[in-house]
Nanobody, 121 residues
Framework: VQLQASGGGLVQAGGSLTLGCTAS????????VAWFRQAPGKEREFVAA????????YYTDVVKGRFTISRDNAKGTVNLQMNSLKPEDTAVYYC???????????????WGQGTLVTVSS
């Protein structure tokens, strides 16, 4: 089973990107899916999470109102729509699956390879 994150790229400040996370080998429809990010020289930090049904979402304060996490279990995808991007959003973004919407990496057992988001000023 593997997770694959995609959709990263270079965007100007104020722009938008949509990241996608898909699973191969097994559906993640019964799991919480979260996005984390890691900037150079910093620890990996929680960004957003969505419960298995998509009815509850969770965000770190600095992205509230700008990022939206969603999932389509039929298609096996979880997206992170990122609007009003700022240079400080620059990081490698990772998707991960877990049993509950925790904000610590220790609660997530399966990780994608990461996709780089670079926001220029």
């Amino acid at each position: 089973v593997q997770l694959q994150a995609s959709g990263g790229g270079l965007v100007q400040a104020g722009g938008s990107l949509t990241l996608g996370c898909t699973a191969s080998g097994r559906s993640f429809s019964g799991y919480v899916v979260a996005w984390f990010r890691q900037a150079p020289g910093k620890e990996r930090e929680f960004v957003a999470a969505i419960n298995w049904s998509g009815t509850s979402t969770y965000y770190t304060d600095v992205v509230k109102g700008r990022f939206t996490i969603s999932r389509d279990n039929a298609k096996g995808t979880v997206n992170l729509q990122m609007n009003s991007l700022k240079p400080e959003d620059t990081a490698v973004y990772y998707c991960a699956t877990g049993g509950s919407p925790e904000r610590s990496t220790r609660y997530y057992g399966l990780w994608g390879q990461g996709t780089l988001v670079t926001v220029s000023s």
